[in-house]
């Protein structure tokens, strides 16, 4: 079974930074072979896709809400992906979730059933 940690949320001012972190373990589990994708969720909207790095070229994606100020990247020696956010706005107030799958989305973003997710760390971008 393989499992999906993230840590790193917490409380920032407008204009501040956070590195987000996300820890995957199993039975006989290499991260190299997997998708890895960080959604949010803001409190009464639909769950976001917001960045993405694929596990073969480590193709990256970025939706336009966060371009330019967030940067993804993975450490499969170590099992771990992170999210550095840079310039919080307050909009990026929300639950942010790690996801993996062996599957992905036109070769970058994780899909398929057979994604596992973190159970989600709270980023509050506030005054």
């Known amino acids: 079974q393989v499992q999906v940690v993230e840590s790193g949320g917490g409380l920032v001012q407008p204009g501040g930074s956070l590195r987000l972190a996300c820890a995957a373990s199993?039975?006989?589990?290499?991260?190299?072979?997997?998708?890895i994708g960080w959604f949010r969720q803001a409190p009464g909207k639909e769950r976001e896709r917001i960045s993405c790095?694929?596990?073969?070229?480590?193709?990256?994606y970025y939706s336009d809400s966060v371009k330019g100020r967030f940067t993804i990247s993975r450490a499969n020696a170590q099992k771990s992906a992170y999210l550095q956010m840079n310039s919080l706005k307050l909009e990026g107030t929300a639950v942010y979730y790690c996801?993996?799958?062996?599957?992905?989305?036109?070769?970058?973003?994780?899909?398929?059933?057979?994604?596992?997710w973190g159970q989600g760390t709270q980023v509050t971008v506030s005054s």
């Open positions: 199993g039975d006989r589990f290499a991260l190299d072979n997997f998708n």
């Open positions: 996801a993996i799958s062996l599957y992905s989305d036109q070769g970058t973003c994780p899909a398929g059933r057979s994604t596992y």
């Open positions: 790095i694929s596990s073969t070229d480590e193709r990256t």
